[in-house]
């Protein structure tokens, strides 16, 4: 049942996201350009820029794991008006905007456009699709499921959309078949990952969420960050293992607020880091800080990270209807876009 907070159905977004995942890969279906490519380029902004990060996780894995896997990419991100200069060498330029409006993304697009640069547009319509046909360029048009869908929740459709178009160049080895088993298999646990995040909401209430992973998950951290953020509309902060080891942990000497870290852990990470997690929480908790170590969920690296995503949604937006607030706008976001027009 929708909550009246929830205006918008988020939770059913939620629900539905893993389903995301073989709709993006039919979506890609037969859409390539010609060329040699050594990396790709992957620009967007905000909720659209997410799942690049993920994007990445997952090829560095792949690439590492895989008994036939080609020539490993370099995989690169661009949140920015212009493109960085990896851009104009054999590289496979994605241009990510849900709303296609992005004027970040946009600008970049024209950027690679006046350089003749090969790219492939992702985007639900908007400037970016009307820039692609206007120049002969492949356009992957998202759907929009729900009224008012937001590009945070649309992390599987980018996600399979692009992984499908490095399959059709030949860049990476067929794996569709293991994905979609795996999103399905997601899909059965949505309801326990609901209960799950429910709980966690009830114990970050009236405190500043501080998320800690490995180096190899930090995005996944990052991306708690902003849900928790735009979802339940509160300060959180985030953090990788080891290098908050060397830096960030003089901070806490003084924590002048109530804090709740929520450490992410992969089981798989290098024993030093199981060391860390540990000894890392027993002195934060020295501190008076509320600390729960959370081990990450799945075998592979595909579950783990949406299996982490999945429970960071539903965990935001419980705390948002704690909150008092409707998870789904981004009004300060939307009043920014305003005055910067």
């Avoid at 159905?9 to 050594?38: A, C, D, H, W, Y």
């Avoid at 985007?123 to 009224?147: D, N, Q, R, V």
């Avoid at 996944?220 to 830096?247: C, D, G, Q, S, Y």
């Avoid at 170590?293 to 595909?302: E, K, N, P, Q, T």
Wanted: net charge neutral.
């Amino acid at each position: 049942m929708t909550h009246p907070l929830d205006t918008s159905n988020l939770r059913q977004m939620i629900l539905e996201s893993p389903s995301q995942l073989p709709v993006g890969l039919s979506l890609g279906k037969g859409v390539s350009v010609p060329g040699t490519f050594r990396s790709i380029m992957i620009s967007g902004m905000g909720g659209s820029a997410l799942p690049g990060n993920l994007f990445r996780i997952y090829l560095h894995e792949l690439f590492r794991t895989a008994e036939s896997a080609p020539q490993p990419l370099a995989i690169y991100q661009n949140r920015s008006y212009s493109l960085p200069p990896e851009s104009f060498d054999q590289c496979l330029n994605f241009i990510c905007s849900y709303s296609g409006n992005t004027e970040e993304t946009v600008a970049s697009f024209e950027e690679a456009l006046k350089h003749k640069l090969p790219c492939i547009a992702v985007s639900a319509g908007g400037k970016i699709e009307a820039m692609a046909k206007e120049h002969g360029i492949p356009h992957i048009k998202l759907p929009i499921p729900f009224e008012n869908f937001q590009p945070r929740v649309g992390t599987g459709y980018f996600f399979g959309a692009m992984f499908q178009v490095l399959v059709n160049q030949g860049l990476v080895p067929d794996v569709t078949s293991t994905l979609i088993a795996e999103a399905e298999a997601l899909q059965t646990q949505i309801g326990a990952l609901e209960e799950q995040g429910k709980a966690l909401a009830e114990k970050m209430a009236g405190k500043t969420p501080v998320i800690y992973a490995t180096a190899k998950y930090k995005s996944v951290a990052m991306v708690w960050k902003i849900k928790l953020n735009e979802n339940a509309k509160t300060p959180a902060f985030w953090n990788f293992f080891p290098e908050r080891n060397h830096n960030e942990m003089v901070g806490w000497t003084l924590p002048q607020n109530q804090f709740f870290v929520l450490m992410l852990r992969d089981l798989a990470t290098h024993p030093q880091n199981l060391k860390r997690f540990e000894i890392t929480a027993e002195l934060l908790r020295k501190q008076g800080v509320e600390v729960e170590i959370l081990d990450m969920a799945g075998g592979s690296v595909y579950s783990k990270v949406f299996t982490s995503i999945a429970l960071g949604d539903f965990t935001s937006y419980h705390l948002a209807l704690k909150y008092g607030q409707d998870p789904t706008p981004v009004a300060m976001v939307e009043e920014l876009k305003k005055l910067l027009a």
